[in-house]
T-cell receptor, first 118, second 111 residues
Framework: GAVVSQHPSWVICKSGTSVKIECRSL??????MFWYRQFPKQSLMLMAT?????????EQGVEKDKFLINHASLTLSTLTVTSAHPEDSSFYIC??????????????FGPGTRLTVL | GEDVEQSLFLSVREGDSSVINCTYT??????LYWYKQEPGAGLQLLTY?????DMKQDQRLTVLLNKKDKHLSLRIADTQTGDSAIYFC???????????FGTGTRLLVSP
C-alpha cells in the first residue's frame, strides 16, 4: 500500500509554455502533499506544502505565481509551472502523507517528473 | 536554522559494512529519517528514529543517534551491489510536517 504516482514521468516543452504535473495517492487519502525540486546530483529542496482544500504554503524564495499548486481532493495535487524557462528544468518530486505534525508522519514519495525546457 | 550535511561519496566492496554520516543543526527535530534514491527514481524510506532513541536496528540497517553532537549515522551490514544508490538523511522539525533533507551520499558498492 501507500503508493504515490506522478504523471507525466518526463516532459519536454518549449520556453514560455506551461506544464502541469499531477501527483496522486493511489490507495490512501493524503491530507497533505509536498512538492520538491531536485537539481542534478543535489538534494531535494521543498517548494511548497499543500493541504486539501486550502492554499499551499510556499517556502521562502519560491515564486507562487510561477509554480501554481492545486490540491483539489484528498488524492490529487497538481503543480503547474507557468511560462517555463530553461532554468526551470529539473526533477520534480511529490510526496503525500496522512498524519499530523504531532505524530510519526511518513511521507510517501512519487517516482518524480523530469522537466526539460528548451 | 535548518541545515543537514552529509559526505558526498562513499565507496565500499561487496560484503563490507558501509557507514553513512549526517549532521544536523535543528535540535528540536522530533524524527530523523534515512531515505534511499535509485537513479531516476523517487525516494524510498529505509528507516527512521525518534529523537529520544540512541539506536535502532532493522535487519542489515543500524541507525545511531547522538543528540548531543547532532550526529546521525546509518550502518549497512554486508553491503550488496544492489545497495548502490544515493542515501539522504532528513529531519522533521517539531511542529512541522515538512522534511529537511541532507545533501545526499552516493554509495558505490563494487563486486
Amino acid at each position: 500500500g501507500a503508493v504515490v504516482s506522478q504523471h507525466p514521468s518526463w516532459v519536454i516543452c518549449k520556453s514560455g509554455t506551461s506544464v502541469k504535473i499531477e501527483c496522486r495517492s493511489l490507495d490512501f487519502q493524503a491530507t497533505t502533499m509536498f512538492w520538491y525540486r531536485q537539481f542534478p546530483k543535489q538534494s531535494l529542496m521543498l517548494m511548497a506544502t499543500s493541504n486539501e482544500g486550502s492554499k499551499a504554503t510556499y517556502e521562502q524564495g519560491v515564486e507562487k505565481d510561477k509554480f501554481l499548486i492545486n490540491h483539489a481532493s484528498l488524492t490529487l495535487s497538481t503543480l503547474t509551472v507557468t511560462s517555463a524557462h530553461p532554468e526551470d528544468s529539473s526533477f520534480y518530486i511529490c510526496s503525500a502523507s496522512l498524519g499530523t505534525s504531532d505524530s510519526y508522519n511518513e511521507q510517501f514519495f512519487g517516482p518524480g517528473t523530469r522537466l526539460t525546457v528548451l | 536554522g535548518e541545515d543537514v550535511e552529509q559526505s558526498l561519496f562513499l565507496s565500499v566492496r561487496e560484503g563490507d559494512s558501509s557507514v553513512i554520516n549526517c549532521t544536523y543543526t535543528d535540535s528540536s527535530s522530533t524524527y530523523l529519517y534515512w531515505y534511499k534514491q535509485e537513479p531516476g527514481a523517487g525516494l524510498q524510506l529505509l528507516t527512521y528514529i525518534f529523537s529520544n532513541m540512541d539506536m535502532k536496528q532493522d535487519q542489515r540497517l543500524t541507525v545511531l543517534l547522538n543528540k548531543k553532537d547532532k550526529h546521525l549515522s546509518l550502518r549497512i551490514a554486508d553491503t550488496q551491489t544492489g545497495d548502490s544508490a544515493i542515501y539522504f538523511c532528513a529531519e522533521r522539525p517539531t511542529g512541522f510536517q515538512k522534511l529537511v533533507f541532507g545533501t545526499g551520499t552516493r554509495l558505490l558498492v563494487s563486486p
